[in-house]
């Protein structure tokens, strides 16, 4: 497949080159007539002509060969594995391809004993190290020689085909070339078409971002009814005990929701007020060194990946807060905390990762103010901190809260921090020293267990992640127009 | 009327006076919080480089010990073919026990030699082996090797396991910190630059863990990042800022960028999850499927950063270039492109350094892998660099801490460095217009 990526590639530097010559060698043939485009457009076309139809080919064929060749072997199938189920099916038909692909290592005799059925299959290819299990059957030989013979036939006509549309453009594009042919505009609408689909790969990202999730989630809302998701108060998905029935577990997302909004509320406590004041600080009051050297400073917080912040939190900040707690918790008759991860230490550390994103936000919005608003407050003798309170702040006070805003939804939507700080225990309790969890600590756990797709505890994480995607996009576009808006009403 | 009487004016003023005192305290007031502000943000991340620092620069340096290994024949090569086949089942084990009994003088019944055996870690016959299968010559030979110690030993050395505490709370015994300082002083047990941190993948023996799969596995993945998300990020914002009419088709390609550079990472793994691995059927665990997620994340970054680039280029460029006769597309590729590229090259590295340092969508799409061997190709099982240090942090013994700050360290030079990069290539080639 690479192999003949790379040929095509290769033929279709050898068509630029084949094609610039022709157009130069037009030109010099004295026909009177200029070249409409210079050379290398003429070379450039015959390379795209020879490139682009042929990879189109292989696209397809990479996607229909498998089913051509697997609907061929499915009917070699004895009834019982076609009245199986899909899955089952499947799990089937990627073994008997992994057989195929290894049937050089079986002697004629060790065939012989699978297909007589003398010997189930798995007993004879797991020591070879081939991974295949019980579910194979005898007739697996038979299908599994099919499925080599029709790949190698697949894979010649593969071959055949593409390189014969490779040509065949190529030629159709040589008959072409003449001075007069308009190669640049042909090559120009090919690199604008090219960049068109570069720029649609963000909206395929949003759908698939969507549909990936959305179909996941509906599977588990056929399972789980979503009343049960949305509104249930119990979060117990009981691992191991997936096809066994009544071991469905429970999924309540509103202990996870409150865990994730209780620390994205103290994370707000802790970065909005210092950001504000740090960004007013340095837009309004700093001298040009300090804003030199504080400005990078507070900018370094950002770029810090968040798994340095996740350890910080658990080997700093956690044992001062558990030290804090247990001082604290006694005077009102409460229970020391027990562990470091708390709602509180994950929150502070979240909330300390915020701040150059407030900061920064706010201090472009605060910069965007006319200076003339400025230059009236103080006109009327306001002082600077007046004219701060009173003119600045509430001029700029949509951007702000948009920067909020935005600065909330990326505190719902971290994870690291919380992975490590905040616990696993999904309780709902107003103890901030109490671990608590949230819903992406539980997409992470969820899909780092086991890898069968097809349980509920596995599928749950999708309907996490969906709900977490809608609520972030809600926060990010209600919170991107505002700014937008805000930013439009001074310009 | 009258203006006001003396005696007036001067209560007037007065009020006024005090006014303008408490203005000017509020004023200083307000001037502090901001300046507060600052000093808490920059003392925690003061705070954050210390503790990582202090836990993790031991982590550059190791213990080793010193022993006069005698290689029998006999354990090692009984045929006495030299194969490097049959010298990797050798009895390395028995040689470095046999080493240490006589050189700490223990009797290998007695129940001293367990703690002597816990001077070494586990895996140091491992080292020996590996070095007489590479030069079979040394069988039949006595050699002098330094030997890795073991984790506890190591931490001792590093004093962050305490001679003062009581000998039962103790990790290592009151024999074996004998037996350290009498090796030490000997010349036999000394500290030195750490290159297992280098050249060894994961283990579950503190000092015998290393950064290079992980590290391989990020170099795999930047570079897919690299190879795909800076053309396709480049085209598409050329096309939006250059091309795109403004229309609703634009206008939601516009909302849908700015939305994806907030959604949060773990979702793009959860598409890569879904998309790459089960519908694509892409090998998890590989560093081509953590690349791909990582160019989805990253793409917003650079087209913003592009587009901010390209805006930046004034329009007499272009109208230029058209002046001369050059097409659109010609101005733009030939002209405009190549004025913007410092800046785009700087939003490209701070894009790079954002994708290395994450985490998230990384663990969710399975790079958290048990890897020994480096990956040849990205189509190998691997890990990568942050997902080796959450991983490293979930376990507790002290030898991993320190391993954990010691990749923290690694992570945050690449970062730092690449930031500086940007900060030097933007501070050299931007042009102000």
Redesign the interface.
């Known amino acids: 497949m690479l192999g003949l990526i790379g040929i095509v590639l290769v033929l279709s530097v050898l068509a630029f080159v084949a094609g610039s010559l022709r157009a130069l060698t037009l030109a010099r043939a004295g026909t009177g007539r200029m070249l409409h485009s210079r050379a290398s457009y003429h070379g450039g076309f015959l390379a795209i002509m020879t490139a682009v139809p042929a990879l189109f080919v292989l696209a397809f064929w990479a996607f229909g060969q498998p089913m051509v060749v697997e609907g061929q072997v499915d009917r070699l199938l004895p009834p019982e594995v076609q009245s199986a189920s899909a899955l089952e099916r499947s799990v089937i038909m990627g073994q008997i391809k992994r057989v195929s692909q290894n049937l050089d290592a079986l002697s004629d005799e060790e065939k012989e004993a699978i297909r007589s059925g003398e010997k189930p299959p798995v007993a004879v290819l797991l020591p070879k190290g081939i991974p295949v299990s019980g579910v194979l059957g005898a007739y697996t030989i038979d299908a599994a020689e099919t499925y080599a013979k029709l790949t190698a036939l697949a894979e010649f006509w593969r071959l055949a085909v593409v390189l014969g549309v490779a040509i065949l453009c190529f030629f159709i594009g040589y008959t072409r070339l003449k001075p007069e042919f308009r190669a640049r505009n042909h090559v120009e609408r090919a690199i604008l078409v090219f960049l068109i689909v570069c720029s649609t790969i963000a909206i395929l990202t949003t759908v698939g971002i969507v549909l990936s999730m959305l179909s996941e989630s509906i599977d588990f809302f056929s399972r789980i009814p979503p009343a049960s998701f949305f509104f249930g108060t119990v979060w117990d998905p009981r691992f191991g005990g997936v096809t066994r029935a009544g071991a469905e577990g429970q999924f309540g997302l509103i202990p996870l929701l409150w865990g994730t909004l209780y620390i994205s509320l103290i994370a707000m406590l802790v970065a909005v007020p210092i950001g504000l004041n740090a960004a007013i600080f340095l837009s309004e009051y700093a001298s040009k060194r300090v804003r030199f050297f504080a400005k990078p400073l507070l900018e370094l917080l950002a770029g810090i990946p968040t798994i340095v912040y996740g350890f910080f939190a658990i080997v700093t900040v956690g044992p001062v807060v558990q030290a804090f707690g247990a001082w604290l918790l006694p005077l009102f008759g409460l229970e020391a905390p027990t562990s470091a991860s708390s709602v509180l230490t994950a929150g502070i550390v979240m909330g300390m990762m915020i701040i150059p994103f407030v900061s920064s936000l706010s201090d472009d919005i605060i910069n965007a103010v006319p200076q003339s608003l400025r230059d009236g407050s103080y006109g009327l003798g306001a002082t600077q901190s007046e004219t701060i309170k009173r003119v600045i702040l509430p001029a700029a006070l949509p951007g702000i809260v948009g920067a909020i805003l935005l600065a909330v939804s990326r505190a719902i939507g971290e994870t690291m921090i919380v992975v490590m700080a905040a616990g696993v225990a999904a309780t709902i309790s107003p103890n901030p020293f109490e671990s608590m969890t949230t819903i992406t600590v539980k997409i992470v756990s969820q899909l780092t267990g086991d890898t069968e797709f097809t349980s509920p505890q596995t599928l749950v994480a999708f309907a996490l992640g969906l709900t977490l995607f809608a609520v972030t996009l809600v926060l990010n576009v209600i919170a991107l127009q505002i700014v937008r808006h805000y930013r439009e009403q001074y310009e | 009327m009258s203006g006001p009487s003396d005696s007036e004016r001067i209560a007037i003023s007065e009020i006024v006076a005090r006014g303008i005192r408490r203005?000017?305290a509020?004023?200083a007031r307000?001037?502090t919080?901001?300046?507060?502000?600052?000093l808490?943000?920059?003392a925690?991340?003061l705070?954050?480089f210390a503790?990582?620092f202090s836990?993790g620069i031991s982590a550059f340096t190791q213990t080793h010990i010193r022993l006069e290994l005698a290689l029998d024949p006999a354990l090692i090569d009984p045929d006495g073919t030299r194969d490097p086949e049959k010298l990797k089942s050798g009895n390395y084990r028995k040689i470095i026990e046999t080493a240490l009994f006589s050189r700490l003088n223990v009797d290998a019944k007695s129940p001293d030699a367990r703690l002597a055996r816990l001077m070494l870690s586990d895996f140091s016959h491992y080292e020996l082996r590996d070095r007489v299968v590479g030069n079979p010559d040394l069988v039949g030979t006595t050699e002098s090797v330094w030997l890795p110690a073991h984790s506890n030993i190591d931490q001792y050395i590093k004093g962050a396991i305490k001679k003062e505490t009581p000998n039962e709370r103790r990790l290592v015994k009151d024999q074996q910190i004998a037996w350290a300082d009498e090796l030490a002083a000997a010349g036999d047990l000394k500290r030195t630059f750490n290159r297992y941190l280098f050249t060894r993948g994961a283990s579950s023996k503190p000092e015998l863990a290393g950064l290079e799969v992980a590290l391989i596995g990020s170099f795999w993945m930047m570079l897919i990042v690299l190879v795909f998300a800076v053309?396709?990020?480049v085209?598409?914002a050329?096309?939006?800022e250059e091309?795109?009419k403004k229309n609703s088709l634009n206008d939601?390609?516009e909302?849908?960028?700015?939305?994806?550079a907030?959604?949060?990472?773990?979702?793009?793994?959860?598409?890569g999850?879904?998309?790459f691995v089960?519908?694509i059927g892409l090998p998890?665990s590989t560093p081509v499927v953590g690349g791909l997620v990582l160019t989805?994340m990253t793409?917003?970054t650079i087209?913003i950063a592009t587009r901010a680039a390209l805006k930046a280029v004034p329009p007499s460029i272009r109208e230029a270039a058209l002046g001369v006769g050059a097409?659109k597309?010609q101005s733009i590729f030939h002209h405009v492109l190549p004025l913007s590229a410092p800046a785009v090259l700087t939003g490209t590295i701070i894009g790079l350094?954002?994708a290395?340092?994450?985490?998230?969508p990384l663990?969710?799409v399975?790079l958290?892998a048990f890897v020994v061997q480096a990956p040849a190709t990205p189509f190998d099982s691997s890990s990568a660099l942050?997902v080796q240090?959450?991983l490293w942090?979930t376990y507790q013994e002290r030898g991993f801490?320190e391993r954990?700050?010691a990749g923290?360290i690694v992570?945050?030079a690449f970062?730092i460095g690449m930031?500086l990069l940007a900060i030097i290539l933007r501070s050299r080639f931007e042009r102000r217009w």
């Open positions: 203005r000017r509020a004023e307000f001037k919080y901001g300046a507060i502000a600052i808490i943000a920059i925690f991340l705070t954050l503790t990582i836990n053309p396709i990020g085209s598409a050329v096309y939006l091309f795109a939601i390609i909302v849908n960028i700015n939305n994806l907030a959604v949060p990472s773990i979702v793009f793994g959860i598409l999850l879904a998309v089960n519908t998890r989805l793409l917003p087209i097409s597309m350094a954002q290395l340092g994450e985490t998230a663990l969710i399975g958290f942050p240090i959450y942090a801490v954990t700050s923290i992570l945050l970062m930031n």
